[in-house]
């Protein structure tokens, strides 16, 4: 929701445009399932690649880096020059905390040099591969999306999240960034972040940034969670600036709907659904299951999307995702432009949901086809209160419906504490299935559609 450019914090290594010569990039595999009502899940042969933000990016010819605080001007005086000067490496995704194994994905927010045992924030993002060059592109209306996850080691103040954004399926691959997809180029999302290179250009004095539709899926740590739609008036990468970027008091100004309209249990009144402990609805201390249904008015994947539920799946058991109990609001318990209209009304905040289109415009991008994103972070900027704390803002007043977002204490979510005190931090995403809905889960019921909201 609030999150921050990754290139805020990764500036000194940044991304390019022609493949490195130095280190080979080797994709770790991950077997992720497509399902059909008819036939079940099938495994595919998927692999993960690291975002290019991480990457070391240097002259083509030798070892100086391309960009540190600003672009080099000797490599980068435009453009052109600067695309066929730096270059990008592939990466040992072990030194990155990421590894596969099976149909899992452990991320570690923290890496360990064995050189010095120094421990450092690396903070990975990674996206699904359907092969070496291409996104798997995944068409989401009238389909379910469901993995299992095990956030038992994700702390307070940090975020394992699961997303997608309406990025190029090959990384907006051109003659300027003939590294692609492989590489891990072309990223955008709702918060319009200041990217380094966009569809292959040096934003050479940080005038641009890369807005695209959003669908929040999964964020999350042991103690709360958020699954969030973000609309934007863009299809696929769109290169902001100014106003169009959203920035400051032009929040609700620019192309993107940059606080989205969540569901997130606790914020809803439901204290008791979702924590560590078998006394929770959902037990976050083992391993579960998270189902998210994109409906739309006709049924079809040509319909308008219409609803986004959410089930969970627990020692074989379906969970039914919380009801609001929040006065002055009806007892939804999905995403729709009325449930969205409602909470912004009651909780306050601009619509800027409705504003953009609503679940109409981010179902669009859901039926051209999104880029799954999976990275665990921590917030400088505002501690991951927006999902855990309460009150949030620390200051507002705790009777005010909606400012309590979870459990987690107004003093905490301070990096430098979480990396000294959790540096085990991780998450674990396994068994990502897509398909028809009800094919993706065992024991699974398809709502009927008089017993839906639109
Ligand atoms: C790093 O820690 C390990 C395990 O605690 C230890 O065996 C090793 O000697 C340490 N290495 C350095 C360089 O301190
Ligand atoms: C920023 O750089 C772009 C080229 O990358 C140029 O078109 C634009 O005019 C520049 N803007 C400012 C404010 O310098
Ligand atoms: C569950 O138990 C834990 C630990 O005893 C406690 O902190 C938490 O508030 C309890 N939650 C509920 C919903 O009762
Ligand atoms: C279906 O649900 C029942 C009752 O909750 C459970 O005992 C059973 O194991 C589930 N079946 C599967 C295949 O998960």
Redesign the pocket.
Request: avoid cysteine; proline fraction near 0%.
């Given at each position: 929701m609030y999150r921050l450019g990754v290139a805020v914090f990764f500036a000194t290594t940044a991304f390019a445009q022609v493949p490195g010569p130095l280190t080979p990039e080797v994709h770790p595999p991950v077997t992720s399932y497509k399902c059909t009502t008819a036939g079940g899940c099938k495994p595919v042969s998927s692999s993960v690649v690291l975002d290019a933000n991480y990457r070391w990016l240097h002259n083509v010819d030798g070892y100086t880096n391309c960009v540190t605080t600003g672009f080099n001007e000797e490599f980068c005086p435009d453009i052109e020059t600067c695309a066929k000067t730096c270059s990008l490496e592939g990466v040992d995704y072990a030194s990155y905390g990421i590894r596969t194994d099976g149909d899992s994905l452990t991320l570690n927010i923290y890496k360990t040099d064995p050189a010095t045992n120094v421990t450092t924030l690396s903070s990975p993002r990674v996206y699904l591969l359907a092969d070496d060059e291409t996104y798997d592109h995944f068409k989401l209306l009238n389909q379910e999306f469901s993995f299992d996850v095990d956030v038992s080691k994700v702390p307070c103040g940090i975020n394992g999240a699961l997303y997608f954004s309406e990025m190029n399926d090959k990384g907006d691959k051109n003659e300027l960034n003939t590294a692609g997809a492989k590489y891990g180029t072309g990223y955008c999302d709702a918060q319009c972040p200041t990217q380094n290179f966009i569809k292959g250009e040096a934003n050479l004095n940080g005038t641009y940034g890369a807005c695209c539709n959003e669908m929040d899926i999964w964020e999350a740590n042991r103690a709360a969670t958020a699954y969030t739609p973000h609309p934007c008036n863009a299809n696929q990468v769109f290169a902001c600036q100014g106003t169009e970027c959203g920035g400051g008091d032009a929040r609700y100004e620019g192309v993107c709907d940059k606080d989205g309209c969540d569901i997130n249990p606790y914020r809803i009144g439901n204290k008791g659904y979702y924590g560590v402990g078998a006394n929770f609805t959902v037990d976050t201390s083992r391993k579960f299951t998270v189902v998210t249904q994109f409906y739309t008015d006709d049924d079809t994947s040509e319909g308008t999307l219409t609803e986004i539920r959410r089930l969970y799946v627990q020692d074989?058991?379906?969970v039914q995702n919380a009801k609001v109990k929040v006065a002055g609001m009806d007892d939804y318990d999905s995403i729709t432009d009325e449930f969205c209209a409602s909470e912004k009304e009651v909780m306050g905040g601009t619509n800027h949901f409705a504003q953009l289109g609503g679940l109409k415009q981010m179902g669009e991008a859901i039926g051209r086809g999104m880029v799954l994103a999976m990275s665990i972070w921590d917030d400088a900027g505002s501690y991951m209160g927006w999902l855990d704390q309460d009150p949030f803002p620390a200051d507002a007043d705790p009777s005010a419906p909606g400012v309590g977002r979870g459990p987690c204490p107004t003093t905490g979510g301070r990096p430098a504490e979480l990396i000294k005190n959790h540096p085990d931090s991780r998450v674990i995403f396994s068994n990502i299935r897509s398909g028809d809905i009800g094919s993706t889960y065992?024991?699974a019921t398809v709502v009927p559609r008089w017993a839906r909201r639109s």
């Open positions: 074989g058991k379906v065992s024991n």
